[in-house]
């Protein structure tokens, strides 16, 4: 009589994407553990800002070295690898678009097509009034705004918020979720004054 096994389940690879969670998963889990930056208050924007100011310079090191072959410094404080720019677009992005996301991906396209672009006019028109220079000019692109926004970086702009809302935000909150509760608000507080004196 042949022997009969029993069949095990396969086992992950190491390349194999596990299941994501969607934001109303990470939501429930943070409220069931009580965790201090549970939800979308104070304690979870801090924590995106400050995680957004040390990524956006490992990002822009890397993407310089890459594209450059050399090191440029990204670091726009006295002490650590921090950037208020990265940390505030971190910021601005999940403010603006976290409303749309239990919206279906056309909406969060449309929605960080039009976020994005706002913000891009707006940093284009402050830049010129108060400093009197231009960082880009898109007039000789087609379907252009007074040359500050066009239709192709309007897209771009619709992606990268669809990436952020659905893959970037819901990694950070899982991050921010590992911290423990009992070192989470103290710490919060002692890297607000470290930030604000940096």
């Given amino acids: 009589m042949p022997e009969i096994r029993e069949k095990k389940p396969p086992e992950r690879g190491l390349m194999e994407k596990r299941p994501k969670a969607d934001i109303q998963e990470l939501e429930r889990e943070e409220k069931a553990k ?61 403010v603006s678009l976290y409303w749309l996301r239990k919206r279906s991906e056309i909406w969060v396209l449309i929605g960080s097509a039009v976020v994005g672009s706002v913000i891009e006019y707006l940093c284009s028109y402050v830049q010129e009034r108060l400093f009197g220079s231009v960082s880009w000019d ?29 893959e970037i935000y819901p990694l950070l909150c899982r991050w921010i979720l590992k911290i423990p509760n009992k070192v989470g608000k103290p710490l919060t507080w002692v890297l607000l004054v470290f930030m604000i004196f940096n």
């Avoid at 726009?76 to 971190?90: E, M, R, S, W």
């Avoid at 007039?139 to 669809?162: D, E, K, T, V």
């Fill in 138 to 166: 898109y007039s000789a692109m087609p379907f252009n705004l007074h040359g500050r926004i066009n239709l192709l970086y309007s897209l771009f702009w619709g992606i990268l918020g669809m990436v952020w809302i659905r």
């Fill in 34 to 94: 009580g965790h201090f930056a549970a939800g979308f208050g104070f304690y979870k924007l801090f924590w995106i800002f400050f995680i957004g100011c040390f990524l956006g310079v490992v990002i822009e090191t890397i993407w310089c070295l890459i594209t450059r072959g050399h090191y440029e410094s990204r670091t726009g404080l006295i002490y650590g690898p921090l950037n208020l720019v990265y940390g505030f677009g971190a910021l601005a992005l999940t």
